[in-house]
């Protein structure tokens, strides 16, 4: 069975800080891993997605790595700001893709 | 296209009674999926169907629980006789068969039963 971790599970850092969360995954065969961002008492907001045959995407001050073997994936974010405060979730799909086993997340805070 | 939209976003039901979800996915999406997040955990899956084929069910999905994809468009989630710890955001997402395959969640239904 596929076990999702994510550490550390909350982050306080202050403004225009770099920082780097963690995702980490028992089962290597995986067919993609998409991280998400959600805000409180809201949905989940796709990120990025890594297919198993990539190993980084970027979006804007966004890095996704992943390193299957090692069953690890990282997320960078560059240049913290005030409204990058969420918690941060990583998402691990099957080969067929036909669900997604979830961390239990990263509760991010970015003081002013 | 709106993204994924579920109805209602807020839901309060006494024990005992039944409640429905929709959701409706992104329009060319195959996959539809449905997930629980309860507080301060991620996403569980729940279900999950490929047009209107329902194709994998969790353990989590007890005989209470329904879900339907009737025309492989909107899908239903329906709790007969609601427990107190049945209270949770259900989610649901969608994403394309093949190809770039990124799930994309709607802003879920929370649900409290008193």
């Known amino acids: 069975k596929q076990e999702v971790t994510q550490i550390p599970a909350a982050l306080s850092v202050p403004e225009g800080e770099n920082l780097v969360l963690n995702c980490s995954f028992t089962d290597s065969a995986i067919y993609n891993l998409q991280w998400f961002r959600q805000d409180p008492g809201k949905g989940l907001t796709s990120l990025l997605l890594i297919q198993s045959s990539q190993r980084e995407q970027t979006s804007g001050r966004l890095n996704a790595s992943l390193d299957k073997s090692s069953g690890r994936s990282t997320l960078y974010i560059a240049a913290s700001q005030p409204g990058d405060s969420a918690t941060y979730l990583c998402?691990?799909?099957?080969?067929?893709?036909?669900?997604?086993?979830f961390g239990a997340g990263t509760r991010l805070t970015v003081k002013p | 296209d709106t993204g994924v939209s579920q109805d209602p976003r807020h839901k309060i039901t006494k024990r005992g009674q039944n409640v429905t979800f929709r959701c409706d996915p992104i329009s060319e999406h195959n996959r539809l999926y449905w997930y629980r997040q309860t507080l301060g955990q991620g996403p569980e899956f729940l279900t999950y169907?490929?047009?209107?084929?329902?194709?994998?069910k969790s353990r989590l999905l007890s005989d209470r629980f329904s879900a339907e994809r009737p025309k492989g468009s909107f899908s239903t989630l329906e709790i007969q006789r609601t427990e107190q710890g049945d209270s949770a955001m259900y989610l649901c997402?969608?994403?394309?068969?093949?190809?770039?395959?990124?799930?994309?969640f709607g802003q879920g239904t929370r649900l409290t039963v008193v």
């Open positions: 998402a691990v799909a099957r080969y067929n893709n036909n669900d997604m086993r």
């Open positions: 169907f490929q047009n209107e084929a329902q194709l994998e």
């Open positions: 997402a969608s994403s394309r068969l093949q190809g770039w395959t990124e799930a994309f």
